[in-house]
């Protein structure tokens, strides 16, 4: 049985944590400009067009029918690097028909390209906008840290964000054909 000093310490300290969240919740929402939509789990997610390796532009709707996990990276980011022979593990896994990883890079266009000769992937990769608003900011990555990635369904809706590297157990879990 707890004394009252210990249930006055605890519940200072939940009022603490409370409190704490919330901050750290609204200083986030300050680094999203003013009209600027932050999709969420359950949001359809924009149809942005963002420019390929290829110099073709491709949109996000080009991906509707299929699983998506969107990976966002950078050559700089150590743990991205680390991450990707799972993506591509995962897309081998998974097939032609199957959930499709694309890759968006938030990073110089050229050192993309460049890193890419010495590190191919088979899954494709697209450019993400670093200006503000940042594709991945957009797409719910209000720290915008990297590596972030985000599943959608088949209709482009938002089924779960990652900040992080995916372990190989949710890789799967999240490229598995969705239950009938």
């Known amino acids: 049985m707890l004394s009252r000093s210990n249930w006055t310490i605890l519940g200072l300290a939940v009022l603490v944590a409370a409190v704490g969240g919330w901050l750290q919740h609204a200083s986030q929402q300050e680094r999203v400009p003013p009209g600027v939509h932050v999709a969420q789990t359950g ?24 699983r998506v996990l969107l990976n966002f990276w950078a050559t700089w980011c150590g743990p991205c690097l680390k991450e990707m022979p799972a993506l591509s593990q995962a897309q081998a896994n998974v097939g032609e028909k199957g959930a499709i990883v694309v890759g ?30 940042s594709t991945s900011l957009r797409l719910g990555n209000v720290g915008e840290l990297l590596p972030y990635s985000v599943l959608l369904d088949e209709n482009g809706r938002v089924l779960a964000t990652r900040r992080g590297v995916l372990d190989e157990d949710q890789l799967q879990q999240w490229l598995a054909a969705p239950a009938p």
């Not at 149809?47 to 299929?66: I, P, T």
């Not at 110089?108 to 088979?122: G, W």
Request: aromatic fraction near 6%; hydrophobic fraction near 35%; glycine fraction near 8%.
């Open 43 to 66: 949001d359809i997610v924009p149809d942005l067009a963002l420019a390929g390796l290829d110099g073709k532009e491709h949109r996000l709707s080009d991906y509707r029918g299929r």
């Open 104 to 133: 968006i890079a938030m990073d110089d266009p050229q050192r993309v390209r460049d890193f890419l000769v010495s590190h191919p992937l088979n899954y494709p990769v697209l450019l993400g906008r670093l200006d503000s608003p």
